[in-house]
Every structure is written in structure tokens, then in C-alpha cells.
């Protein structure tokens, strides 16, 4: 405030005094900006405590005498500083002197030494070159060469203790073999030659070694169960690149397989177990179908167990298992003819029908487990498995043959009830028992059906003719009766089993038959009893004569009213005129259908009676008292 009234106070002043512009340009000059001066006068403030005149007045010499003090101590300062850095260029200046000693002792020294340097790194760039064609050498020999260590194993070590060391360096020459084929590309075909020459001198050996190796193993491998060892499985793999080796080394290990398999054959039979359990097969001679079942069931147990030994020494591609099914082939043909033997001893000596049928079924079911298994078509087994199976099944037909035409030629008389006879009885059994082993048979849909429709034909149509023929010297009634009590039996036995619907049709067609003959003897029976047959057959004739039914013998008016007294008295009763035979039929829906047939058949003929007397050409004089009731009232009552 004091600075802006000064400043108004002398603004008169003339700008052209140098103390006035001067003055001018201390009081412009803005102190809040120019921290340094800010700075310089805090610092004047601390020189002095009071603001007084002689203070102010000797302000310039104190500056002065303090700037002074300042300037001395930094020049003390830096005499030590001059006196540190003198001593600093003494040392630089000795270090200096010996710089160029060292180095002109070294240009004398390089002078001297010039060739030495030239030689030695002439040879350093030598030392290099014999270095890399050092690496060069070794690694060609570690890839061209086997080691001394794969030389003894191809040669002088013991492949079953030491195979892994074996088949790898027999990997080894396979691969240096391959590898050479890169030489003969380049130009080393000498070397890649002669290398090549060497291992294949060195594999012949190896895969000789090998080959007796494996041929002396395969030929014990004779137990019942032997163990694989892992170098039999690797040599197998080994002798693919040699498939002269490999089928005699398979060829060597199927013989061995069927000797035993034969042995293993002839123990089963007669010793059974190595404790006695299982039992020897044999003691269940006496059993066809058990001792031909368990015979079968030790040659399906055995082929999957020599399956599994062969797939464990071969792998598992296509071509073994091509390979596993002729070995297989080969290894069970041994046991054919012992097998074909006992089977047919018991084929042909077996006299049971049934039997018969189920010991073809039995070989068929395991001729097609065993045909599976070995897959090849001339497989000897399967074929040995088959041709009994025909044995089987063409004693079987001959002996069901003879069993049919026995039937025929012991005719049975039938019994009281009209019951089937106890032969019709049993060979329907026999035919049950058939077919229900013959539903369990593991056969095509076709040869099924040709075989079910051949055994019914077997036995049904002879049953029949048979039934016919015992039946032929009864009265009419009691030969339907019994020809419908057998077929009925028949009908129920085949109505079970599938492919029988053709013979149902034609048994039934034949039942209706002598069901139609069973119901015209009821209803003869009936008019007879009744009065109403006369009348009924006068009525017949004299339809179209022209002459009046009342004026017939016995068709008058009071005749036909004593008829119609009868017909009441049954109408009555219907049972009571029921023929006796009606009881014996088997089946009570044919009993009920014939007997509403037959009551149907006398309904419809008391209709025509009824008719013919209400007809006025016949001149009866009271229809309604000769016929008393109509029609619909006789159907009620007896329907």
C-alpha cells in the first residue's frame, strides 16, 4: 500500500531520470513471482535482528566480508580437492609410463611371435575339422555298426534268458539294413554294399539261431495247459519277415498241440481229472445223451482253450486269425477218428426214438459252435461233427419209420369209452417229447420246417390210417366218436408247436367229417324215436307227385297227431333221446356244436312237416290240431 501511493505520488516525475526509472522498475517489479528474490531477502533478514540506520548503512560491507568467509572455505575445499586430483595425475601419469612399457613389450613379443600364432591357430582350425569328422565317424558307426555288446547277443547269448537283448539288436541289423539304402542313394554304394552285405550275413545267423530256438520250444509244449514264454511270442512276430520260418516253426507247434490235445482226449475218456474230478467221461457210456454231450461239450472247452493259446503266441490282426483257425483245424483233426468211433457205437445201438432225435440235435447245435470256431470250410472236425449229425438224424427217421409202420401192423382194438387207444396215446407222447426237443434245436428256420413237417407226416398220417382201421368194425356213431376222440388228441398235441398249421387245417377237415356223421345218426336217431322219420321221408317223396300228403299210408290226419304226441314228449325231455355216445366225446365245445347241429337238423325238419300239413294242396281239415306247435316255439324249446 506504502509502494502504490510512493508510486502515485512522483508519477509526475520526468521518465527520463535514470533514478526515477530506476525507481520505477524496483517498485513494477512484483515480488510474489520471483521467489528468488523472496529467498535473498529472508536471507538479508537474518543478518540483522533490528532494522536500524547503522545497520542498514554497513549492509553492503557485511554482504561483502560474509561473502568473503564463503569464498575462503570453498577455496580450502578445493585445495584438498587439488591436492587429491595432483595425487590422482601422479598415478595416472605412472600408470601411463607402464601402458607403454607393457605395450611395447607386447608389440616386440607379437613380433617375435607371429608365426607361432599363425601355426597355432592353423592347427586349432585342424584340431576342429578331426574333431568334427571324429563326431562324423562315430555317429556313422553307431548307426552303420552294432556295438560288441549286440554281437554277443545275436551270437553267443541264451535267447530264453536274454531276449530282450536278443530281438532288439535283431531290430538293430533290420534297421541298419533299411538305413543303408541311403548310402546307395549318395555316393558310398561301396560302403552301404558292403554294410549291408555284413548284416545281412549277421541277421541269417540271428533268424538260424532263432528258428532251432523255436523249434525246440514248440516241441515241448506238450502239458495240458503250458506256459508261453514272451520270446516265443517275439520270435513269432520276428519269423513274419520270414514266412518259410514262421509256417514251420506253426507247423512244428500245431503237431506238438495235437499230440497232446489226442492225449489230452484219451484221458478225459478213460481217467478222467488229474484228481479224479472230473469224472473219466466213460462212466456215463450207459447215457447216450450225456456221454455224447460231455464228449462235445471237452472238444468245445478244448478249441477255445487252444484258441486262446495260439492267440497269445500270435497277435490278434486278420491274417492270424486266419493263421489260429487252420492251426486249429490241423490240431483237432487228431481227435476225429476216436470221437467218430465212440459216437457211432452209440448211434447205432441206441433203439430210442426220441433219443435218436435228441443226439442229432445235441451234434447239430455243437457242429455249428465248432464250424464257428474253426471257420474253415474243410475243417475235419466239423465235417466228422456233421456226418454223424446225418447218421443221427437218418437212423432217427428210419427207426420213427419203423415205429409208424408197427402201428399199422398191430391194429388196436379201441376201448369201451371210444377213448384213443394207449398206442395212439403213447405215440402221441413219443411225438411231444420230439418236438419239445426239437423247439430247443439250434437249427435254420428252413431245415426246421422241413423236419417238423417231415415227422408229423411220419406219424401223424399212419396214426391216422391206424385209428381208421380199428374204428372200421364199429357202428357209425361209435366210429365218429372215437375217429373225432383221436384226431381231437392229435390236434391238441400239434396245436403246441409252431409249422403245424397245414396239418391242423387237414385234421380238422377230417374231424368235420366224422363230427357231420356223428350228427345225422343223432338226428335219424331222434326221428326215429319220435315218429316224425316216416313222416318226414313220405313227405320227401311225395313233394312233386301231385297227390295230397293226408291221402298217404300213414300220413292221415290221427297218425300224424300220435307222431306229434311222441315229438311233444321229447320235447319235453331232449336229453332223454341224446345217444349214448355223445358222453365219450372228449371235447365238450364239439360235443355242444354237434348236438345244437343236430337239434338244428331236427328243427329244420319238423319246419317242413309243419309246412307240408299247413299246405292246403294236402287237405288236411285241422293243421292246427295235427300241429299243434310252430316252428320258432320247437327252436326255443330246443335250443
Not at 525507481?23 to 521467489?35: G, Q
Not at 532494522?51 to 542498514?56: E, Q, S, Y
Not at 547277443?153 to 531276449?163: A, F, K, T, V, W
Not at 495260439?310 to 486269425?321: C, K, P, V, Y
Request: hydrophobic fraction near 40%; aromatic fraction near 6%; charged fraction near 25%.
Amino acid at each position: 500500500r506504502e509502494l502504490s501511493l510512493f508510486r502515485s505520488r512522483h508519477m509526475a516525475v520526468d521518465d527520463t531520470n535514470p533514478l526515477a526509472r530506476k525507481l520505477n522498475k524496483v517498485l513494477d517489479t512484483s515480488l510474489d513471482s520471483n521467489k528468488e528474490m523472496l529467498e535473498a531477502l529472508k536471507t538479508l533478514s537474518s543478518f540483522f535482528a533490528k532494522n536500524t540506520l547503522r545497520n542498514r548503512r554497513s549492509l553492503r560491507s557485511d554482504v561483502e566480508k560474509r561473502s568473503l568467509v564463503i569464498c575462503e572455505q570453498f577455496a580450502n575445499c578445493f585445495a584438498e580437492v587439488k591436492q587429491e586430483l595432483d595425487y590422482l595425475k601422479n598415478d595416472v601419469v605412472a600408470m601411463n609410463k607402464c601402458c607403454m612399457s607393457m605395450t611395447a613389450r607386447l608389440k616386440a613379443a607379437k613380433e617375435h611371435t607371429v608365426d607361432l600364432l599363425v601355426q597355432t591357430t592353423k592347427l586349432q582350425a585342424e584340431s576342429q575339422q578331426m574333431e568334427m569328422q571324429t563326431e562324423v565317424v562315430d555317429a556313422f558307426l553307431n548307426q552303420f555298426q552294432l556295438k560288441p555288446n549286440e554281437l554277443v547277443s545275436l551270437r553267443e547269448s541264451e535267447i530264453g534268458h536274454s531276449h530282450k537283448d536278443f530281438f532288439s539288436s535283431l531290430l538293430r541289423v533290420k534297421q541298419i539294413h533299411l538305413d543303408c539304402r541311403v548310402l546307395l542313394r549318395n555316393n558310398q554304394q561301396r560302403a552301404g554294399l558292403e554294410i549291408m552285405e555284413s548284416m545281412a550275413l549277421h541277421q541269417e545267423a540271428a533268424y538260424e539261431r532263432l528258428y532251432r530256438w523255436t523249434q525246440h520250444i514248440c516241441h515241448s509244449l506238450t502239458a495240458d495247459s503250458p506256459h508261453v514264454a514272451p520270446a516265443l511270442c517275439q520270435a513269432m512276430k520276428a519269423f513274419r519277415e520270414r514266412p518259410v520260418l514262421l509256417k514251420c516253426s506253426l507247423d512244428e507247434l500245431a503237431t506238438a498241440r495235437r499230440t497232446a490235445v489226442v492225449r489230452m482226449f484219451i484221458d478225459a475218456l478213460t481217467r478222467g481229472g488229474p484228481t479224479g474230478t472230473p469224472r473219466p467221461i466213460e462212466v456215463h457210456s450207459h447215457d447216450p445223451l450225456r456221454y455224447i454231450g460231455d464228449m462235445l461239450a471237452w472238444l468245445h472247452q478244448t478249441i477255445a482253450s487252444e484258441r486262446e493259446l495260439l492267440q497269445s503266441i500270435l497277435s490278434h490282426d486278420l491274417e492270424d486269425d486266419l493263421s489260429v483257425k487252420a492251426l486249429l483245424c490241423h490240431i483237432t483233426e487228431g481227435v476225429c477218428r476216436p470221437f467218430k468211433v465212440r459216437v457211432e457205437q452209440v448211434i447205432v445201438s441206441e433203439q430210442a426214438v426220441a433219443t435218436l432225435y435228441k443226439l442229432a440235435n445235441l451234434l447239430h447245435f455243437y457242429w455249428n459252435m465248432i464250424r464257428g470256431m474253426l471257420g474253415e470250410e474243410g475243417a475235419a472236425l466239423p465235417l466228422t461233427v456233421e456226418e454223424l449229425q446225418q447218421v443221427g438224424m437218418k437212423l432217427f427217421f428210419n427207426s420213427l419209420s419203423c415205429y409208424a409202420s408197427a402201428l399199422l401192423d398191430t391194429i388196436e382194438l379201441p376201448p369201451a369209452d371210444l377213448s384213443p387207444a394207449s398206442s395212439t396215446v403213447i405215440a402221441l407222447s413219443l411225438l411231444k417229447e420230439i418236438f419239445q426237443s426239437h423247439d430247443g434245436s439250434v437249427v435254420p428256420i428252413d431245415k426246421k420246417k422241413e423236419n417238423f413237417t417231415r415227422i408229423v407226416s411220419t406219424v401223424i398220417d399212419p396214426l391216422v390210417q391206424a385209428s381208421t382201421m380199428a374204428a372200421a368194425g364199429l357202428p357209425a356213431a361209435d366210429m365218429a366218436v372215437y375217429m373225432v376222440n383221436c384226431i381231437y388228441d392229435m390236434q391238441n398235441t400239434l396245436a403246441l408247436y409252431e409249422f403245424t398249421d397245414h396239418r391242423l387245417e387237414m385234421l380238422t377237415a377230417q374231424s368235420e367229417v366224422h363230427l357231420d356223421t356223428l350228427v345225422h345218426e343223432q338226428v335219424s336217431y331222434i326221428l326215429s324215436k319220435s315218429g316224425l322219420g316216416i313222416a318226414h321221408m313220405v313227405i320227401q317223396e311225395k313233394r312233386h307227385s301231385g297227390v295230397p300228403l293226408s291221402h298217404a299210408e300213414g300220413m292221415d290226419g290221427e297218425s300224424l297227431r300220435g307222431a306229434m304226441v311222441k315229438f311233444d314228449s321229447f320235447l319235453s325231455v331232449p336229453d332223454s333221446l341224446m345217444l349214448p355216445q355223445y358222453r365219450y366225446l372228449l371235447s365238450t365245445r364239439l360235443r355242444d356244436r354237434a348236438y345244437k347241429q343236430a337239434m338244428k337238423m331236427v328243427c329244420g325238419t319238423y319246419k317242413d312237416i309243419f309246412d307240408a300239413v299247413h299246405d292246403p294242396c294236402n287237405l288236411y281239415n285241422d293243421p292246427e290240431w295235427v300241429v299243434q306247435k310252430t316252428p320258432d316255439q320247437v327252436m326255443v324249446l330246443l335250443l
